[in-house]
């Protein structure tokens, strides 16, 4: 991977953990602090229950997604962005782009995904 590539990349994955971090933190405030505006009844207090737990869902869905961000700012520093860890083929830049933290490359994804063992 070239100098001005490992730049960009670094930049998109700082940028996105960034946005996921402020996202995160807006989705979990707005989770937690459902249904605190007021009296409620069973039937509200029921609903409220389960679109937090919709909402904490999606949160838990963005920290994995968080994480896998950081790992990918890791394998950049450590030199080993862009490199699959199933088979340690390059990545495509395709891939890349669409999926910057992406740690298969299309084949091996495809290949977990059969197998019922990897699903980001």
């Known amino acids: 991977m070239t100098e001005k590539n490992k730049e960009l990349y670094t930049s998109r994955l700082l940028k996105m953990k960034e946005e ?3 996202t995160l933190s807006k989705k979990y405030d707005e989770a937690i602090n459902l ?3 007021g009296i409620q009844d069973s039937a509200d ?3 409220n229950i ?3 737990s919709l909402m904490l869902g999606n949160v838990e869905t963005g920290a994995l997604k968080l994480r896998l961000v950081e790992q990918a700012i890791v394998r950049v520093e450590n030199g080993t962005y862009g490199v699959c860890i199933e088979c340690e083929e390059p990545i495509t830049d ?3 782009e669409y999926v910057p933290f992406a740690r ?3 084949d091996c994804k ?3 995904e059969k197998k019922g063992l990897v699903k980001v």
Request: net charge neutral.
């Open 20 to 22: 996921l971090i402020a």
């Open 35 to 37: 249904g605190n505006d």
């Open 45 to 47: 207090e029921a609903y």
């Open 50 to 52: 389960y679109n937090r």
């Open 94 to 96: 395709k891939r890349l």
């Open 104 to 106: 298969y490359c299309t």
């Open 110 to 112: 495809t290949e977990l």
